[in-house]
């Protein structure tokens, strides 16, 4: 089992940035893709983006591009949401997410994933 621990949600403006954590533990030798996924009211659950821990391979749904990355920190077992320009779509909970499939590109859909963390509410107020 693999547990997935998030943190660094919070209210921002927008424009601002923010920084997501996730801290993974357990058998985090079997990980071998790890994602960010958001969720919106009423809406559901998608893709933003994921990590190759292997290669660094990254992925990015369109929406975020250029404005999100994701990096991960091996030794730590963690993986990085940095997001800037923050705009109010942006709203959301955002859920870790990880899997002992190798993606090629590393974009997972929700139902392939194993593990799933708890979600962190990030909220972008205009």
């Known amino acids: 089992q693999v547990q997935l621990v998030e943190s660094g949600g919070g209210l921002v403006q927008a424009g601002d940035s923010l920084r997501l954590s996730c801290a993974a533990s357990?058998?985090?030798?079997?990980?071998?893709?790890m994602a960010w996924f958001r969720q919106a009211p009423g809406k559901e659950r998608e893709f933003v983006t994921g990590?190759?821990?292997?290669?660094?391979?990254?992925s990015y749904a369109d929406s975020v591009k250029g404005r999100f990355t994701i990096s991960t920190d091996n030794a730590k077992n963690t993986v990085y949401l940095q997001m800037n320009s923050l705009k109010p779509e942006d709203t959301a909970v955002y859920y870790c997410a990880a899997d002992s499939r190798v993606y090629v590109p590393p974009s997972p859909s929700a139902s392939d994933i194993d593990y799933w963390g708890k979600g962190t509410l990030v909220t972008v107020s205009s």
């Open positions: 990590i190759s821990r292997r290669s660094g391979r990254t």
């Open positions: 357990g058998r985090t030798f079997s990980i071998y893709t």
